[in-house]
């Protein structure tokens, strides 16, 4: 992809404060789109806009709730108001929760169930209908993971909600693509980030049973989601692309059993 790739499009970025969010939105500015990066964190969304405004990207902050409908539907009119279109979105918000199946509370599914589907479902919905509106196609990406391809210990609810997103893209291939909109899913595996950092044998665990020798970085992940969104991937819609260094493939545990 060259450097203007991405010349007079609009994406919307949600989650991406930091992470796998944060470098799709640089990488997406910096191939010519304009951006409103979403965060629930206010602080972690202006000072990652920020960055991105001084590398010459035209981004915006737009702090909030992805799992509140109300407001994703003002985020859409939000980037639409400030930009004039809106022509990819991107629902890469959502919250990991480990629990053992026998203890897990109501109250954890929950939460779990009101980011990473009921916000990223009607986020969908809401960028569906402007780009309909619009009549000049668009790109939805939603961000599944490898745990919904695979089992993973303590991982039983997250990695139901990721597969679920997996099949709603497939779903909606039936409903959008008259309008020229393709969705797809981008499955990441064992990803270095802020968060997975925090773990100092992460890299190492990962880097013994991932086939590649190493976990992804955040830049692999946004390579394959920008590919996604990009004119290139104009044919493909439905799909999930799993970036996990061959780890499914095996499924060798992390777990030593």
């Not at 991982?155 to 020229?180: F, N, Q, R």
Request: aromatic share 8%; hydrophobic share 40%; proline share 4%.
């Amino acid at each position: 992809m060259d450097q203007e790739e991405f010349k007079d499009q609009v994406a919307i970025v949600t989650g991406a404060g930091q992470g796998i969010g944060l470098e799709i939105a640089k990488q997406l500015s910096q191939k010519g789109a304009a951006v409103l990066l979403n965060d629930l964190d206010a602080e972690l969304a202006q000072n990652a806009a920020i960055a991105i405004q001084k590398i010459g990207g035209k981004c915006i902050a737009y702090p909030g709730n992805a799992a509140d409908v109300d407001f994703v539907r003002e985020m859409v009119e939000e980037a639409v108001k400030v930009f004039g279109k809106l022509t990819t979105v991107i629902a890469n918000a959502g919250m990991t929760t480990f629990g053992d199946f026998f203890d897990y509370e109501p109250e954890s599914l929950q939460k779990l169930l009101d980011l990473n589907i009921r916000g990223s479902f009607f986020l969908t919905q809401a960028a569906a209908r402007q780009m309909r509106s619009q009549g000049s196609g668009g790109r939805i990406l939603l961000m599944s993971s490898v745990t919904g391809h695979q089992a993973h210990q303590y991982l039983a609810a997250y990695g139901m909600t990721k597969a679920a997103l997996e099949m709603l893209a497939k779903s909606l291939v039936i409903e959008l693509s008259p309008y020229h909109i393709t969705i797809n899913t981008v499955a990441p595996g064992a990803t270095m980030t802020e968060r997975t950092a925090e773990d100092p044998e992460y890299s190492k665990t990962w880097g013994k049973i991932t086939p590649t020798g190493r976990p992804a970085t955040v830049q692999d992940i946004a390579h394959a989601a920008l590919f996604l969104v990009s004119p290139m991937a104009g044919h493909i819609t439905g799909q999930s692309l799993v970036v996990d260094g061959g780890w499914t493939a095996m499924s060798p545990s992390p777990y030593g059993n």
